[in-house]
């Protein structure tokens, strides 16, 4: 089974750019993820969805970032302008529902973002 | 007060020690209690769960859940260079929605 599929791994950018993540999850997983990781800090979640329906985006900073899940499969997580305390890494993760997918409830490798 | 709290290390160890990571909480309402692994540069990947309280072995990792003090604990047995990596807790109430983690304990195992 392929993982949680990511790109750009990483990605320097000048503060005020802006800058898109891609994130393919595992085929058939209805929930996908978005979490930011700043170094020494666990993930926190940004948005999640549920097939292309927005389940939770209340800790993601709408005035600076946009995602979104056409189709219910990829999805595209935005920045703009981006800021210097954006640099992070931006983790996508997908899973089926419910407890039964907590073993599927698997993460990419992350795109490693610095803002300079 | 954050809703999960996590010793960040890092934890330095001689191979073959017992390794106890811990983490804290303040949300009463948690159900479910899982430890991730990760590895430099990698995702987390989820090494364990534990539903309410109680202990749960899996090879050389035992999970304990104490919810009456809200505490959790990941014990290693005989701990591995291999098992150097950053260990993450994480949280969720019973529906399940919502993953609330740890700020992850950095261990190293050394040969």
């Known amino acids: 089974e392929a993982g949680v599929a990511q790109s750009p791994r990483y990605k320097i950018i000048e503060k005020r750019q802006s800058v898109a993540f891609w994130c393919n999850p595992i085929?058939?997983?209805?929930?996908l993820y978005w979490y930011q990781q700043i170094l020494g800090q666990g993930p926190k979640l940004l948005i999640q969805?549920?097939?292309?329906?927005?389940?939770?985006d209340s800790q993601l900073p709408k005035d600076r970032f946009s995602a979104e899940r056409l189709k219910g499969v990829d999805s595209t997580l935005k920045i703009q302008p981006a800021k210097l305390e954006d640099s992070a890494v931006y983790l996508c993760?997908?899973?089926?529902?419910?407890?039964?997918?907590?073993?599927?409830?698997?993460f990419g490798s992350g795109t490693r973002l610095t803002v300079v | 007060q954050k809703e999960v709290e996590q010793d960040p290390g890092p934890l330095s160890v001689p191979e073959g020690a017992i390794v106890s990571l811990n983490c804290t909480y303040s949300?009463?309402?948690?159900?479910?209690f899982m430890w991730y692994r990760q590895y430099s540069r990698k995702g987390p990947e989820l090494l364990m769960y534990?539903?309410?309280?109680g202990n749960k072995e899996d090879g050389r990792f035992t999970a304990q859940v104490d919810k009456s003090s809200k505490y959790i604990s990941l014990f290693i047995r005989d701990s591995q260079p291999s098992d150097s990596a950053t260990y993450l807790c994480?949280?969720?109430?019973?529906?399940?929605?919502?993953?609330?983690f740890g700020s992850g304990t950095k261990l190293n195992v050394k040969p």
């Open positions: 993760a997908s899973s089926a529902s419910g407890v039964s997918g907590l073993y599927g409830y698997t």
């Open positions: 085929s058939g997983h209805a929930t």
């Open positions: 969805f549920q097939n292309n329906g927005v389940v939770d």
């Open positions: 949300n009463s309402a948690f159900q479910y």
């Open positions: 534990t539903y309410s309280s």
């Open positions: 994480a949280m969720s109430s019973l529906n399940f929605n919502k993953f609330y």
